[in-house]
């Protein structure tokens, strides 16, 4: 079992940028995407952006397609999201989410541990 802590969430202007980070412990996460998903305030989870550990492949949401970067640490085994260019529409709890195997799902269904994620606010 995978166990997953994200950090790096906080109140930032439109415009401004985060970096958040998610640290897994309990495994190696070799054979394991691991993706990011967010919520907003009565909406539901939403896929963000995943990234295949073992090459690097990455897949984004066409709402932060040029904006966000996922990326990963394997000697810290961590993965991180960094968000740029950020609107108010981007305010939503955020969470990290992993899968054991190499297809890159979008489904919230498709992830088999979660993190217990991290707020994001972007002030207008």
């Known amino acids: 079992q995978v166990q997953l802590v994200e950090s790096g969430g906080g109140l930032v202007q439109a415009g401004g940028s985060l970096r958040l980070s998610c640290a897994a412990s309990?495994?190696?996460?070799?054979?394991?995407?691991i993706g990011w998903f967010r919520q907003a305030p009565g909406k539901e989870r939403e896929f963000v952006a995943a990234?295949?550990?073992?090459?690097?492949?990455?897949d984004y949401a066409d709402s932060v397609k040029g904006r966000f970067t996922i990326s990963r640490d394997n000697a810290k085994n961590t993965a991180y999201l960094q968000m740029n260019s950020l609107k108010p529409e981007d305010t939503a709890v955020y969470y990290c989410?992993?899968?054991?195997?190499?297809?890159?799902?979008?489904?919230?269904?498709?992830?088999?541990?979660w993190g217990p994620g991290t707020q994001v606010t972007v002030s207008s």
């Open positions: 989410a992993v899968r054991r195997g190499l297809i890159i799902y979008r489904a919230t269904s498709r992830m088999d541990s």
């Open positions: 990234i295949r550990w073992s090459d690097s492949t990455t």
């Open positions: 309990g495994r190696t996460l070799a054979d394991y995407v």
